[in-house]
T-cell receptor
Framework: RKEVEQDPGPFNVPEGATVAFNCTYS??????FFWYRQDCRKEPKLLMS???SGNEDGRFTAQLNRASQYISLLIRDSKLSDSATYLC??????????????FGSGTRLQVQP | NAGVMQNPRHLVRRRGQEARLRCSPM?????VYWYRQLPEEGLKFMVY????????ESGMPKERFSAEFPKEGPSILRIQQVVRGDSAAYFC?????????????FGQGTRLTVV
């Protein structure tokens, strides 16, 4: 089983739609959670951290469910500029200290005019 | 505060040559990560380094690949005797430490093409 799993998509949605991505992680000791965004042939950029209580940043809402080991990202009122690949990222503290960020393969979003 | 700097941005090597990819972390960051991304695929972890130490190299191929992060200077990812399958984008990321919710910041990547 992959450590971090995402539906690869693509998700094709019209402008203004609400879209949700889920991500599951296998290691219950995982400690930190993030959503990154990657545009075509560019470097990944942090979109938002994900906190246990859930957090919101404008049109974006992230949720964490530790019991079921999944995190989600909700995008409201989709814009054309939201078209990108969204990467779910998890870290955990191993025996030797912090382990590197572990990335899911990403979910592609294409917002249509 | 300059971001993570990678060079070169593009690198072309013939099969059998060596490739050296450089990464200068953000100022104040002492943790460096290297990732590889094949065309149309996700990011794959390769190695995690702190100054003068390799912390986790579980994602590094056993042969031809090596990485270092010396006390002075950039982190180097070295690929010896490159093959066509090494063609990919190689991204470096840095972070300031290991605190909770400490995110990493990425460089623009080096695109290696093996001909």
């Amino acid at each position: 089983r992959k450590e971090v799993e995402q539906d690869p998509g693509p998700f094709n949605v019209p402008e203004g739609a609400t879209v949700a991505f889920n991500c599951t992680y296998s290691n219950s000791a995982s400690q930190s959670f993030f959503w990154y965004r990657q545009d075509c042939r560019k470097e990944p950029k942090l979109l938002m951290s994900v906190y246990s209580s859930g957090n919101e940043d404008g049109r974006f809402t992230a949720q964490l469910n530790r019991a079921s080991q999944y995190i989600s990202l909700l995008i409201r009122d989709s814009k054309l500029s939201d078209s990108a690949t969204y990467l779910c990222v998890v870290t955990l503290r191993g025996d030797t200290g912090r382990r590197a960020l572990t990335f899911g393969s990403g979910t592609r979003l294409q917002v249509q005019p | 505060n300059a971001g993570v700097m990678q060079n070169p941005r593009h690198l072309v090597r013939r099969r059998g040559q060596e490739a050296r990819l450089r990464c200068s972390p953000m100022k104040g960051h002492s943790h460096v990560y290297w990732y590889r991304q094949l065309p149309e695929e996700g990011l794959k972890f390769m190695v995690y380094l702190q100054k003068e130490n390799i912390i986790d190299e579980s994602g590094m191929p056993k042969e031809r690949f090596s990485a270092e992060f010396p006390k002075e200077g950039p982190s180097i990812l070295r690929i010896q005797q490159v093959v066509r399958g090494d063609s990919a984008a190689y991204f470096c990321a840095s972070s300031p430490g290991t605190g909770r919710n400490t995110e990493a910041f990425f460089g623009q990547g080096t695109r290696l093409t093996v001909v």
